[in-house]
């Protein structure tokens, strides 16, 4: 069994797309062996995180480093009060990353460097108003995901709040609506092309 493990080790990182040696890693657990997607941090399709539990997560940003020998395991964030955190976004310098978190009030926009110093919260919205799922873009302004339009999935009986897409200074100030969907607006990326 050992050497069906070391086999199948050394068949996954022999991939060409995988010549590096760190990974930043979202590392969540949950508290049952039959963990449902919401307990895992897993809105269904017709939700976005604003949908989910804000507390009781077991989870941190972390690196793993050293793939090819003795892993090594990093905590670059935890949060204190078992809070969400997720949807990474590393800068394009690497030398730090944005990331969705929650709290007992709402779901809030982060950046901290990569060797866990610097944390700051990047979003400035309302209590009642969730922001998540962010990237950076090239001019230094951050696109990312908010329920600020205040509406809702149209079958889900007003239950679901709709993440549109919005902008917003490296600072989180001038936030601009991008998307005016019925709809969910999630994961933005940057394109090669520059669209978003």
Known sequence: RERLEQIRREALLSNPLLVFDKVLVVKRRSS??????????????????????????????????????????????????????????????????LFSQSDAINWKLLEIHVDGTGLHQVSRMPDDVDSLDACYLPDGRIVFGSTASYQAVPCGDGRNRVSNLYVMDADGCDVRQLCFDQDHNLHPCVLANGQV
């Open 32 to 97: 049952s062996h039959e963990a449902s997607g919401a307990e895992l941090g897993l809105p269904s399709n017709a939700q976005c995180n604003a949908s989910l539990p804000r507390e009781g997560y077991d989870n941190e940003i972390a690196v793993l480093s050293s793939l090819r020998s003795d892993a090594k395991w990093t905590t670059v964030y935890r949060p204190a009060n078992g809070g969400y955190v997720g949807e990474i976004a590393l800068h394009w310098d690497a030398d730090r990353l």
